[in-house]
């Protein structure tokens, strides 16, 4: 198929180097809930509130005390704020987060029949979502194939690669649709949230063991990991 202009033309050889490079890499906690959880769309919405600037290790662990006590819209929403907040406590902004989902809950029964709703537009109208929880349950829950869920790895690692120029992730979300093509959009977000909770982090990326430094320009990268290798032999 031939490129579309504009395009940059490592997207395709990079999605496919990194379908290979993730492979056994431990997967985001909320792509592990989806499988685990036969992509109920509930559950999804739920492990994707959580997951907002909270590690995976303790999202997981806070869906899974929560699920293992209510799993449904009408049983999470019979709980008290307060028991809400005792079963996802440690995640960031416990608080908030009890309010929202209980909130939602509410929400859900009431207006969308005790179902996650289908669209964007009814997404956002829930408590605590935003574009990239809203995009996330579209692709998880639902199988849409046409959004892109950026999150923070996701921005970061489209700006180093240079694929987009831009500086917030809604701004990186309406860029990778033209600077990609469609049959990606639905993957970006595992294989680029998974290399960077992996390989290329916030800080110190580990640009020297990096399946894709060949072809990354490492926008904005000044300081980078050394490699094992690489320490062993400055010592
Ligand atoms: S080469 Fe470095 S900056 Fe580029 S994707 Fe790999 S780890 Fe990230």
């Known amino acids: 198929m031939p490129r579309r ?6 997207v395709e050889a990079v999605m496919r180097a990194l379908a290979r490079a993730i492979d056994g890499l431990e997967l985001p906690a909320v792509e592990k809930i989806s499988e685990s959880q036969e992509d109920n769309p509930f559950q999804v919405l739920i492990a994707t509130l959580l997951s907002a600037r909270t590690q995976d290790a303790t999202t997981l662990a806070a869906s899974t005390r929560l699920f293992e006590v209510a799993r449904t819209p009408r049983a999470v929403g019979e709980l008290t704020v307060r028991q809400i907040q005792r079963l996802i406590y440690p995640v960031s902004f416990y608080r908030h987060k009890a309010r929202h989902i209980k909130a939602t809950c509410k929400i859900l029964g009431e207006r969308f029949g005790g179902r996650v709703p289908t669209s964007m537009e009814e997404l956002l109208t829930l408590p605590g979502v935003g574009r990239k929880t809203a995009n996330l349950v579209l692709i998880l829950a639902f199988k849409s194939l046409r959004n892109i869920c950026v999150d923070t790895h996701v ?8 694929w ?6 809604d701004e990186t979300e309406e860029a990778l649709y033209q600077a990609t093509d469609a049959r990606w959009w639905p993957l970006i977000n595992l294989y680029l949230v998974t290399w960077g909770q992996n390989v ?23 300081k980078i990991s050394k490699s ?6 400055a010592r």
């Open 5 to 10: 202009p504009g395009r940059p033309q490592s």
């Open 155 to 162: 921005h970061r690692i489209s700006n180093r690669l240079g």
């Open 164 to 169: 987009v120029r831009t500086r917030t992730p």
């Open 200 to 222: 290329c982090r916030p800080v110190y990326p580990r640009c020297a063991d990096c399946a894709i430094s060949a072809m990354c320009p490492k926008i904005g990268v000044t």
């Open 228 to 233: 094992p290798a690489l320490a062993a032999a």
